[in-house]
């Protein structure tokens, strides 16, 4: 058996490298502007100056003291030049220290907006966005992307910007001290970069290829752990563990190629380095010759192309660690250039506290261009009235609630709650007013206690241990070992489908909806567990508007409403006794159920 991940999201960007999205990831360091400066400045007085200073000081050694046919031989002036390199010595090493404390702090700060800022976009977007991206593909943008900027905003651009002042302070000093000798010199500069530039390309996108297969892996990763026991309940380890090794080998020949491609770059530093070297020594010699240089400046001149070549190769390393963190950066901003496609208007307005009458006015929504899920829907729910919703599966049950709580939005026809229509009021507003309880009830690591209070985080000790009482979870909470102070483990997966059940029952309670919604909360329950929550139902259900989705129809004969749904159309509606003496879709659903029960 062989399977392919083929996910929107992971795919080659073919583009020119973007030095807009550059300046865009660089706005992150506008709110630490005046601390960059200010490091700039200490490692520019302090370390540049000291790093020009010293070459110079030995120059002068050498001609003025050292040189038996110039220099004076005095050992006194001698000792003043060594000194003061000692102290340029240590004035760098100050400076180079300061620069890695604060550029490090300015870093971490950096990384921590952009993630928030990406976290926060990301809980913006609508359900379609998550539709069609595996959350594993989500994670990676998140941690492994944002952490591939991290040395690119600690310290390569603060290095960069003191690399370059450095270079230019290098020429300059050439330049003065032998016009001839460092135009010779610097004939090998644009070499450099002509060679630099044809591996430009191939070294970003090998990059971001890089990036896509380490996104694949977590997300195949995250799936595969979350899908454990049905693994080892099909016995198909081995089968998984062949699956994942590929995906792993093909990780690490992208991530050798991508390397191999970025070592590139240091041999071919050091190629026009010893060619530029090899210049100075032919050409500064025939100088000296000429006596139109002095053995001082030579070694000045040498000291001064090593430290040229120095910044030179550490810029080409900033260049490299550009190409990988552009490929994160790409991949970073095409979330954040995501559009929730159900988003607020610019003038919406919060919802009033709803008494709950819900409208809905020749509704139609699909899920997929052509193919509807609803089909002129009409519906008009009055207020603590509880509806229930049944149908075969994709009959348009779980749309319904889906609308109502816009988590997608119609595409003809309205939904109303008290005569307003959605789409007008603010979302969260609306979220707020209305309470879901699902069939795969999700438990946050954490204490029984913060994760009922999830539903109303102000809530008292108090007021959570009612909510509790109320929907009958009380006597299993206090039985085990701590109590509602108990850690429940990732998903409460030490607590029973019921016990889980009963504790999202709790959160809605506790959040108090004008609205809520069961959407097959009792599916996936035994009979024993479900008539504890039947009970429990009549608490949560007392005074609020209810929708109910079931299969299980045992669950929704009391509702004041059942509406039966075929294909998105309604087909039927009235309560239990009405639907059972027509004879129709209804009656058929609850016969069929009972013969498979029976059987």
Known sequence: MSRQFQYQDDVLIEKSFNWKQMARLFNYLKPYRSAVVKVVLVMMIFGMLTRLAIPLLIGTAIDQVIDPSRGSGHVGFLIGLVGGMLLMYLLRWWAQHYTITHTNDIGQKVIFDLRSALFKHV?????????????????????????????????????????????????????????KLAIAVMITVPLLFIVSSSLRKRTRMAWQTVRIKQSRINSHLNE??????????????????????????????????????????????????????????????HLIQAEELTVGVLVMFITYVS??????????????????????????????????????????????HVQGHVRFDNVVFGYEPGRPALKGLNLDIQPGMTVALVGHTGSGKSTIVNLLCRFYDTIEGRVMIDGTDVRD???????????????????????????????????????????????????FIVNLPNGYDTEVQERGSALSMGQRQLLSFARALLADPRILILDEATASIDTETELRIQEALGTLLDGRTSFIVAHRLSTIRHADLIVVLDHGVIVEQGNHDQLMRSGGHYRGLIEAQYRFLSA
Do not use: C
């Open 123 to 179: 809980q913006s977007l609508s359900f379609r966005f998550f539709d069609k991206r595996p959350a594993g593909s989500v994670l990676v943008r998140i941690t492994n992307d944002v952490n591939a900027l991290q040395d690119l905003l600690s310290n390569g651009v603060v290095n960069s910007v003191i690399d370059i002042t450095q270079l230019i302070g290098i020429i300059v000093i050439l330049l003065v001290l032998q016009p």
């Open 224 to 285: 595969a752990i979350q899908g454990m026991r049905v693994t080892q309940a099909f016995a198909q380890e081995k089968e998984n563990m062949t699956f994942f090794e590929n995906m792993n080998r093909s990780s690490i020949r992208s991530w050798n190629l991508a390397s191999s491609l970025n070592q590139l770059f240091g041999p071919v530093i050091e190629v026009t380095s010893a060619i530029g070297t090899l210049i100075l020594l032919l050409y500064g010699t």
């Open 307 to 352: 430290n040229f070549w120095e910044p030179i190769n550490r810029l080409g390393q900033m260049y490299s660690m550009l190409l990988i963190s552009m490929s994160s950066a790409e991949r970073i901003f095409e979330y954040m250039d995501e559009k929730p496609i159900v988003a607020e208007k610019p003038d919406a307005k919060p919802l009033p």
């Open 425 to 475: 009021v603010t979302l969260g507003s609306l979220r707020e007013q209305i309470g879901i309880v699902m069939q795969d009830t999700f438990v946050f690591s954490g204490t029984i206690r913060e994760n009922i209070r999830y539903g109303r985080p102000t809530a008292t000790d108090a007021e959570v241990e009612a909510a509790a009482r109320s929907v009958r979870a009380h006597d």
